[in-house]
C-alpha cells in the first residue's frame, strides 16, 4: 500500500501527537467501533464478547468472494485497552492504546514494521476514519482509509466464522435452526458448510451465534494421566504395604511402589485421556 510522504506525514503525525494523549478516563474499549465497515472492497466487522473485549476481521470482498486478511481483538485490562492484529498465516502483534475515548482510539507499536501507529477517529456522519502512520525502510509513509457503516451488516456471522480457517467445524445459529458442518466457502453474504453427504449455504445476516469444534487431546491427556498416576500409584502403595512382612515396616517400598505406580498409571491414563479427547469434541463460543 503506497501513502503520501512529506506534508501529509506531517499532518498524519500531528493529528496521531494530539490524539495520543494520556488515558486520563480509561474506558473498556470502543463500543462505537461495533458494526460493519467498507472502504472500497475492504472491510471491516467487528462485536461485542460479554467480557468487554472486542472481536473483530478484516476482510477483501471481490467478485463475491470474501477473503478473510486479518483477525482483531480489542482487550481490555486494568490500567489499558490492546489492539491485537493477526494477519492470517502470520504472528499476531499487540498494540497498546495510547488514547481509548469516546471518539477516537489511538494504538502504538514502535518496535512494529508498518504501521507502528493506528488511529480510529469517529468521523461526522457516522463515518469511521483510519489513519496509519510510521517508518518502512527508513522512509515516512502515511496510509488514510475511509470507512463508512454498511446498512447489510451481517457482524456475527462474518466475524464468528471469520475467526476460524475455512475446513474447521463449527455450530451456527440461526432463528429457526441449528447447523453443523465444515465450512466450505465464505462468500460476501453467505458460508456454505458441508455436514453429511450434503452443503448447504446460509445467510450471514440469518446467523445469531457461531460455536467451533475443538478436540482436545492434549487436555484429555493431562487429566487422564492425573488420574491414573493418582489411582494406580496409590493402589501400588496400598499393595506394597499389604504384602509387607518386615518387622521394621516397608515404608520405603511402599513409597517407591506408589512412585512406579503413578509413573504406570499416568502413561496409561494420558494414552486414554487423549484418545478420548480426541473422540469427543467440546464447542468454544465464538460469537456472541
Request: proline share 6%.
Amino acid at each position: 500500500m503506497n501513502g503520501e510522504r512529506g506534508r501529509t506525514f506531517i499532518g498524519a503525525t500531528c493529528l496521531a501527537t494530539l490524539l495520543a494523549a494520556p488515558l486520563a478516563a480509561q474506558v473498556p474499549s470502543a463500543p462505537w467501533l461495533e458494526g460493519c465497515w467498507a472502504a472500497g472492497t475492504m472491510q471491516e466487522s467487528w462485536v461485542r464478547r460479554d467480557n468487554g473485549r472486542l472481536l473483530g476481521v478484516g476482510s477483501v470482498v471481490r467478485d463475491g468472494q470474501r477473503r478473510v486478511t486479518e483477525r482483531l481483538r480489542l482487550v481490555p485490562r486494568e490500567d489499558r485497552v490492546l489492539y491485537i492484529a493477526e494477519p492470517v498465516g502470520q504472528r499476531a502483534t499487540t498494540f497498546p492504546a495510547t488514547t481509548a475515548g469516546p471518539d477516537s482510539l489511538v494504538v502504538t507499536n514502535p518496535t512494529h514494521d508498518f504501521p507502528q501507529r493506528i488511529a480510529y477517529v469517529r468521523a461526522p456522519r457516522g463515518a469511521l476514519t483510519v489513519h496509519l502512520a510510521g517508518m518502512e525502510a527508513g522512509v515516512p509513509r502515511t496510509m488514510r482509509l475511509d470507512f463508512l457503516p454498511r446498512p447489510d451488516c451481517a457482524a456475527l456471522g462474518e466475524v464468528g466464522i471469520g475467526l476460524v480457517p475455512d475446513g474447521t467445524t463449527i455450530r451456527v445459529r440461526t432463528a429457526d435452526a441449528s447447523v453443523t458442518g465444515m465450512i466450505l466457502a465464505l462468500g460476501a453474504t453467505t458460508v456454505t458448510l458441508r455436514h453429511d453427504t450434503r452443503t448447504q449455504e446460509i445467510p450471514l445476516a440469518a446467523i445469531l451465534g457461531v460455536e467451533r469444534q475443538r478436540r482436545s487431546a492434549g487436555r484429555g491427556a493431562l487429566i487422564g494421566g492425573g488420574i491414573g498416576g493418582l489411582a494406580v500409584g496409590g493402589f501400588f502403595y496400598l499393595i506394597v504395604g499389604g504384602l509387607c512382612e518386615s518387622t521394621h515396616g516397608c515404608q520405603g517400598d511402599q513409597w517407591a511402589g506408589g512412585a512406579l505406580g503413578a509413573l504406570v498409571g499416568g502413561a496409561g491414563g494420558a494414552l486414554v485421556g487423549a484418545g478420548v479427547g480426541r473422540l469427543v469434541p467440546r464447542w468454544e463460543r465464538l460469537v456472541p
